[in-house]
């Protein structure tokens, strides 16, 4: 694995290795020493074109705790913002001899063109882009997903090696503007889950019929026929949505009537289900507040949890062995 | 590591051979320790961990009060090696102390053929995180030479004078489904066993 760029890229084989491995990296995050020396001397840069807090402070956290340098670098206030193209920047990167470069861009694609345009020669990890894909928030919720419903259920060692065969999944909400979305059908296809995605009809993409998973487009009937394990809440992304909430739904009411996760719609999931959100939460939107700080809620682990895997991640994409010059044996 | 089961070489040391050396190391430690209260037997992954319970079993008869479950644990070294970046990616192990720890207490490190002593030293920065023992001492059951550390085992097995371009392969019954063996490959003129 040289980039992490797509859920879709990934093998089972591969999507199970860097579940393990955020196992293992998640319980020396248990410990009093938390750095590990793994990475010392690399060098990771944090490329934001896009705001963002929890992703960012955890790509961040998790290159610290493998003991790389980290530097970060956000659209704003940068000669981004004077004009300088993905390109110029991606080759001052380069210059600056970075080991891995963590990117977010609102063009969907970005990451892709910088792994292989030739600007750069390190690894590349997508952190978001456009409307695309982000994989680590995938693996993180399918994470969380086999430490509870695996794991915690009968299965050893919090469901390692397992993938996710005969669990179900519903994902709720904003599918059009999601990235999360994208990122979870994919990867919970190729760990063996079945997704049920549930939208109102405009914010269902188009082509949505080639994805591996089921569509509905009501809420209740979802949960009383689908009897998900899990249920991921979806973010509302206003700032996607001109205007406001500008023509998708007639009005946030009516969106958190038919589509919100409220105490009723809780109390009817099974006993073991768990509810996911890729944060950040819009309250009394998608998700109320009962919902969110209910003991179903895993939602401050998927946090905790993010750390594990993107460590996984920066430490299966950089330790091995690479094609850097003078690092033979 | 996929090991071939039936391996061609010279058997160095049969399970009998094995099962004594451990008996012997299990004798010293509790000589050098003065008992087994406070020792700790870490293996390092994969037939180290093996051995430490194998061990942990024979100082158990010797010192009935001590207990193996709760003093023996496993040690992975992976995320604390210097020699990352020279092999493909390496998948990381599991790391498992017994419940008190291992702070003042004396570790044993375990492992089945100390080499370069670059795992031993891996496993020393990865002990330093972990806690800080009163002592460390290092089992193994083959020592072939060619340290590239200052770095010596305080119970041997076996010591085996072999040259670089031989390969040296403990079997366990437990990890490999064969008789118990300590096998050299590789030898350019076979001249028995070892001295």
């Given at each position: 694995?040289?980039?992490?760029?797509?859920?879709?890229?990934?093998?089972?084989?591969?999507?199970?290795?860097?579940?393990?491995?955020?196992?293992?990296?998640?319980?020396?995050?248990?410990?009093?020493?938390?750095?590990?020396?793994?990475?010392?001397?690399?060098?990771?840069v944090?490329?934001?074109?896009?705001?963002?807090?929890r992703?960012r402070?955890?790509?961040?956290?998790?290159?610290?705790?493998?003991?790389?340098?980290?530097?970060?670098?956000?659209?704003?206030?940068?000669?981004?913002?004077?004009?300088?193209?993905?390109?110029?920047?991606?080759?001052?990167?380069?210059a600056?001899?970075?080991?891995?470069?963590?990117?977010?861009?609102?063009?969907?694609?970005?990451?892709?063109?910088?792994?292989?345009?030739?600007?750069?020669?390190?690894?590349?990890?997508?952190?978001?882009?456009?409307?695309?894909?982000?994989?680590?928030?995938?693996?993180?919720?399918?994470?969380?997903?086999?430490?509870?419903?695996?794991?915690?259920?009968?299965?050893?060692?919090?469901?390692?090696?397992?993938?996710?065969?005969?669990?179900?999944?519903?994902?709720?909400?904003?599918?059009?503007?999601?990235?999360?979305?994208?990122?979870?059908?994919?990867?919970?296809?190729?760990?063996?889950?079945?997704?049920?995605?549930?939208?109102?009809p405009?914010?269902?993409?188009?082509?949505?019929?080639t994805w591996?998973?089921?569509?509905?487009?009501?809420?209740?009937?979802?949960?009383?026929?689908?009897?998900p394990?899990?249920?991921?809440?979806?973010?509302?992304?206003?700032?996607?949505?001109?205007?406001?909430?500008g023509?998708?739904?007639?009005?946030?009411?009516?969106?958190?009537?038919?589509?919100?996760?409220?105490?009723?719609?809780?109390?009817?999931?099974?006993?073991?289900?768990?509810?996911?959100?890729?944060?950040?939460?819009?309250?009394?939107?998608?998700?109320?507040?009962?919902?969110?700080?209910?003991?179903?809620?895993?939602?401050?682990?998927?946090?905790?949890?993010?750390?594990?895997?993107?460590?996984?991640?920066?430490?299966?994409?950089m330790?091995g062995?690479d094609?850097?010059?003078?690092?033979?044996? | 590591?996929?090991?071939?089961?039936?391996?061609?070489?010279?058997?160095?040391l049969?399970?009998?051979d094995?099962?004594?050396?451990?008996?012997?190391?299990?004798?010293?430690?509790?000589?050098?320790?003065?008992g087994?209260?406070?020792?700790?037997?870490?293996?390092?992954?994969?037939?180290?961990?093996?051995?430490?319970?194998?061990?942990a079993?024979?100082?158990?008869?010797?010192?009935?009060?001590?207990?193996?479950a709760a003093?023996?644990?496993?040690?992975?070294?992976?995320?604390?090696?210097?020699?990352?970046?020279?092999?493909?990616?390496?998948?990381?192990?599991v790391?498992?102390?017994?419940?008190?720890?291992?702070?003042?207490?004396?570790v044993?490190?375990?492992d089945?053929v100390?080499?370069?002593?670059?795992?031993?030293?891996?496993?020393?920065?990865?002990?330093?995180?972990?806690?800080?023992?009163?002592?460390v001492?290092?089992?193994?059951?083959?020592d072939?030479?060619?340290?590239?550390?200052?770095?010596r085992?305080d119970?041997?097995?076996?010591?085996?004078p072999?040259s670089?371009?031989?390969?040296?392969?403990?079997?366990?019954?437990?990890v490999?489904?064969?008789?118990?063996?300590?096998?050299?490959?590789?030898?350019?003129?076979?001249?028995g066993?070892?001295?």
């Amino acid at each position: 694995m040289k980039h992490l760029l797509s859920t879709a890229d990934l093998s089972k084989d591969e999507a199970v290795l860097l579940l393990d491995t955020a196992a293992q990296m998640a319980a020396t995050q248990s410990r009093e020493i938390k750095k590990l020396p793994t990475l010392r001397g690399r060098t990771v840069v944090n490329l934001f074109f896009e705001d963002s807090t929890r992703t960012r402070i955890s790509f961040e956290t998790a290159a610290k705790r493998l003991s790389a340098d980290v530097i970060n670098f956000s659209a704003k206030g940068s000669s981004v913002s004077k004009g300088e193209s993905l390109k110029d920047t991606a080759l001052t990167l380069h210059a600056m001899g970075a080991d891995a470069v963590v990117v977010r861009h609102w063009a969907s694609g970005a990451p892709y063109q910088l792994a292989h345009a030739g600007w750069l020669d390190a690894g590349v990890l997508n952190a978001g882009d456009g409307t695309h894909q982000h994989p680590t928030q995938a693996l993180l919720d399918a994470y969380t997903i086999r430490r509870h419903l695996v794991g915690l259920r009968g299965g050893a060692g919090e469901g390692v090696g397992a993938d996710l065969a005969g669990l179900k999944v519903a994902i709720v909400g904003d599918v059009l503007h999601s990235r999360v979305a994208r990122a979870n059908v994919a990867l919970l296809h190729t760990l063996g889950a079945e997704v049920t995605l549930v939208a109102p009809p405009t914010l269902v993409p188009v082509g949505v019929e080639t994805w591996p998973c089921a569509v509905s487009y009501h809420l209740d009937q979802t949960l009383a026929e689908f009897q998900p394990d899990a249920v991921m809440m979806l973010r509302v992304q206003r700032e996607r949505m001109s205007g406001g909430a500008g023509g998708f739904f007639p009005s946030p009411l009516e969106y958190t009537r038919y589509y919100g996760l409220d105490a009723r719609r809780l109390a009817r999931l099974a006993d073991h289900a768990i509810v996911l959100h890729p944060g950040p939460m819009n309250r009394g939107l998608e998700i109320s507040a009962e919902a969110a700080d209910s003991d179903r809620a895993v939602i401050v682990e998927q946090v905790a949890n993010g750390v594990a895997v993107r460590m996984a991640a920066l430490y299966l994409l950089m330790a091995g062995e690479d094609s850097a010059e003078g690092n033979d044996l | 590591m996929p090991a071939d089961p039936t391996p061609d070489g010279t058997t160095v040391l049969g399970a009998s051979d094995v099962s004594r050396a451990l008996t012997r190391i299990a004798h010293e430690i509790v000589e050098r320790a003065k008992g087994a209260d406070d020792v700790v037997l870490l293996g390092i992954p994969t037939r180290g961990v093996t051995l430490a319970h194998r061990l942990a079993e024979r100082l158990a008869g010797i010192e009935p009060a001590f207990d193996p479950a709760a003093s023996t644990g496993e040690l992975d070294v992976t995320m604390y090696r210097d020699d990352l970046r020279r092999q493909p990616t390496r998948a990381v192990g599991v790391t498992r102390l017994p419940q008190a720890g291992i702070e003042g207490r004396t570790v044993v490190l375990v492992d089945d053929v100390l080499y370069s002593g670059r795992t031993i030293r891996a496993a020393l920065d990865a002990l330093g995180d972990l806690g800080r023992p009163r002592a460390v001492r290092l089992a193994c059951l083959v020592d072939r030479g060619h340290r590239e550390l200052p770095i010596r085992p305080d119970f041997v097995g076996k010591n085996l004078p072999t040259s670089t371009s031989e390969r040296v392969r403990v079997l366990l019954s437990e990890v490999d489904g064969v008789e118990d063996a300590v096998v050299i490959s590789g030898r350019e003129h076979g001249e028995g066993g070892a001295r």
